[in-house]
């Protein structure tokens, strides 16, 4: 790695800061209009990130590298890098009196969209704050989405892009109309904001409250204006269904909704994965909603709603809840507990280990059965009805490797800092999936992070960035190679 790369690189990561301490002027907006002083904190704070990213942006400006892997790895880890510390200086400088650990935790739990918090009086905070926390999940939400359609597939370590959706001369030739692409995406990702929004408000939701939400909706990012998230509206079926639809769609390829979009291509609903999403969000709804019939004797309509609204939380790594499932009995647990794994389609702003990559796997999983029985044949791994390449098997392996590696390490360091072993093991979990709560009374549906040690939120910290860009665009850059010339 040359110093004209990493100089470049901190070129790009400056201007981005740049137009995100612009963004700080919208939560000092907010709390002008609410008559909150703190209105000042996040003035201070654009002009002091808007100050020092203009000066880092005009003391690296230069030619521009060869876009390489090697770049775009360390580009796409140095902006999200700087998002992370940015995004930190509000909460750093506001009224809560947060501590360094605390404010970064925050952060990062907005813009890798976790939804996990260490905030106690939501419901009395700042309403600038508040908004504050929901546009992070919503510009990491589209960060994300571009991360997985147009990054990841670039570096070669996974995702189902766009481009292998569409025609072949696209596909050739990804950059053509990259600039058409971007606004369709930007366009599609606040046209479902806005519709969430006021679906909320329709429902019964204060306009506020409904504009945060849908923001953090829409980004599956699981942030809420109140301490006890959605249990405030467990007897609302109208926003709990509302926001079940708009986590669900979140959880699909936006590239399906490009392609709607720019040519109006309604075959690429057949892409697999989308079944595999769909079929695996249903039978664990109706399997536990039977069970809470069963077990409870609620209304199976109360059920169903109760049980599909959390299970597409969990599924598509939102992180709202409105009961507290961990008393629903062992079986319900059980399910919560493995679909916290799963994850939406790739190219949306779910976290987990996606839908494809399970598609991919149980394809190598049963070629490798039937070769068993044929050893000399040659059976080619297929996604629907294309070929899966080598570099993309290899790509679902290692990353499914390294999860189930770094998910022990993750909790053996918690276990280390005092957690007893249920916090440990999902709260690495729950960081690394992008989830959100884990199990257990201290980070469970109805517990927040706070009362960790200073030791577990970093180490929370570094695993939600970890699993938000799909672990192997981490794990590379601290390898001697990636830094050879």
Same mark, same amino acid.
């Given at each position: 790695m040359n110093r004209v790369a990493i100089r470049a690189a901190i070129h790009v990561a400056a201007v981005f800061a740049i137009y995100l301490s612009a963004a700080m002027l919208i939560? $000092?907006?907010v709390d002008l209009y609410y008559g909150n002083k703190d209105w000042r904190v996040f003035a201070f704070s654009a002009l002091f990130m808007g100050g020092l990213a203009m000066a880092v942006a005009l003391a690296t400006h230069g030619n521009a590298p060869p876009v390489t892997s090697r770049f775009g790895f360390l580009l796409v880890n140095l902006l999200w890098l700087t998002m992370a510390l940015a995004g930190a200086v509000p909460f750093l400088a506001s009224s809560l009196d947060m501590s360094i650990t605390d404010a970064v935790f925050e952060s990062v739990s907005g813009i890798t969209t976790t939804g996990s918090t260490v905030i106690n009086g939501l419901d009395h905070a700042p309403p600038g704050l508040l908004m504050w926390r929901s546009l992070l999940s919503f510009m990491g939400g589209l960060g994300v989405i571009a991360l997985g359609l147009f990054l990841l597939p670039f570096l070669n370590i996974g995702g189902i892009s766009y481009f292998k959706i569409e025609s072949s001369d696209i @596909?050739?030739?990804?950059? @053509?109309?990259? /600039?058409t692409f971007t606004l369709s995406l930007i366009g599609i990702y606040t046209a479902l904001v806005i519709a969430c929004a006021i679906s909320y408000a329709a429902a019964g939701m204060d306009g506020f409250h409904a504009v945060n939400h849908a923001m953090s909706t829409v980004a599956t990012g699981g942030f809420s204006t109140h301490d006890t998230s959605f249990l405030r509206y467990a007897d609302n079926p109208a926003i709990l269904w509302t926001g079940t639809i708009f986590m669900f769609i979140g959880g699909l390829p936006f590239s399906i909704m490009i392609l709607f979009a720019i040519r109006g291509r309604f075959e690429a609903?057949?892409?697999p994965q989308i079944r595999v999403y769909a079929g695996y969000c249903v039978v664990f709804a109706v399997a536990v909603a039977i069970y809470l019939r069963v077990t409870t004797g609620e209304s199976?309509? /109360? $059920?169903l709603t109760q049980s599909t609204f959390n299970f597409m939380s969990l599924i598509t790594t939102a992180g709202f809840a409105s009961q507290d499932y961990t008393l629903w009995g062992p079986f319900a647990v059980t399910c919560v507990f493995v679909a916290t794994f799963l994850g939406g389609c790739s190219g949306s702003t779910t976290g987990g280990i996606k839908a494809y990559r399970f598609l991919i796997l149980f394809e190598l999983m049963a070629n490798g059965l039937r070769r068993l029985i044929y050893p000399n044949t040659v059976i080619p791994v297929r996604y629907g009805d294309r070929s899966v390449p080598d570099d993309m098997q290899r790509a679902v392996v290692l990353f499914i490797s390294s999860f189930l590696v770094l998910w022990a390490i993750t909790t053996v360091l918690l276990g280390a800092t005092g957690l007893d072993f249920i916090t440990a093991l999902t709260g690495s979990l729950t960081s690394l999936t992008n989830v959100g709560p884990g199990l257990?009374?201290?980070i469970g549906p109805v517990g927040n992070f706070s009362s960790l040690p200073d030791a577990a939120k970093w180490i929370c910290s570094a695993a939600m960035l970890l699993g938000r860009l799909e672990i192997? $665009? +981490?794990? +590379?850059?601290?390898?001697?190679t990636f830094w050879g010339r």
């Open positions: 939560p $000092a907006a @596909e050739d030739r990804p950059f @053509e109309r990259f /600039q609903l057949r892409d199976f309509f /109360q $059920a257990g009374p201290i192997l $665009a +981490v794990l +590379v850059i601290f390898t001697p």
